[in-house]
């Protein structure tokens, strides 16, 4: 862990990013926070380290302009992207109209490669950057009514899989954390008609649990993050053994 580098966090306002947030703040990390949702300010509050930013990282001249500003407020240089945000659709093919598909793709895909283009220039400058993206379990498997979310996460595992090969030789990596369902606002608003999927529900059955704790897929997020060099285009998924299951 390089402490005099800058981790920059997009979707510090969801539930697994406000728990990865409140780790990074005890560790005294000067962080760049990004979420669309404004009470992302209130973080600022918290110590004098963390700058504060709402609006849609889908925005590159922006997120290239903000991240230039806060970097020098904070006299450090960027060298971590934490990408948690993203959404969840859910729906058969024919329900899940084109236009879904495409806002899928754009806030789970396009949104990430244009953080990782505005991050990647400080990285090759300084020789030195580590990337993770926060992906799902359905980059790896299938399963009805899951394809446009499945597609765009497996979209961005094909896009952390080539930043590895393009850019490791600046000492950059990138990897992607896979988790299961996870007990937040996105799966409970989906929860109902998922649990009218018999397939879905007889493959949680044999598991000691369901749902995948947040705060447990918070600290293997920062541990990949934060704390290894060796592992490098990997997607590493924490599903309780939900995709052995299927």
Do not use: H, W
């Not at 009470?39 to 922006?62: C, H, P, R, T």
């Not at 446009?148 to 595992?157: E, F, H, T």
Request: charged share 25%; with cysteine.
């Amino acid at each position: 862990m390089s402490s005099d580098k800058i981790v920059v966090v997009t979707g510090a306002c969801g539930q697994l990013g406000k728990a990865i947030v409140k780790d990074l703040s005890e560790r005294e990390l000067p962080l760049i926070l990004i979420d669309k949702d404004k009470d992302v300010l209130n973080y600022e509050d918290v110590n004098k380290s963390i700058l504060a930013y709402s609006f849609d990282a889908g925005n590159e001249e922006l997120m290239a302009e903000i991240l230039e500003t806060a970097s020098g407020k904070l006299g450090k240089t960027i060298g971590y992207l934490l990408y948690c945000a993203g959404i969840m659709s859910y729906g058969s093919i024919m329900e899940e109209p084109a236009e879904k598909y495409l806002d899928t793709f754009r806030q789970n895909v396009l949104n990430p490669i244009i953080a990782t283009k505005c991050v990647l220039p400080y990285m090759m400058k300084n020789k030195f950057g580590r990337i993770l993206y926060v992906s799902s379990v359905f980059s790896e498997i299938t399963r009805k009514n899951f394809s446009s979310y499945s597609i765009s996460k497996a979209g961005l595992k094909a896009f952390m899989e080539t930043t590895v090969k393009e850019y490791s030789e600046y000492n950059i990596s990138a990897n992607c954390i896979a988790p299961g369902l996870m007990r937040t606002k996105f799966i409970n608003k989906f929860l109902a008609s998922m649990m009218e999927d018999k397939n879905l529900v007889d493959s949680y059955a044999l598991l000691p649990r369901v749902f995948v704790k947040v705060r447990e897929t918070a600290r293997l997020c920062i541990s990949v993050l934060l704390d290894y060099e060796a592992i490098n285009g990997q997607t590493i998924v924490i599903d309780n053994g939900y995709s052995k299951m299927v």
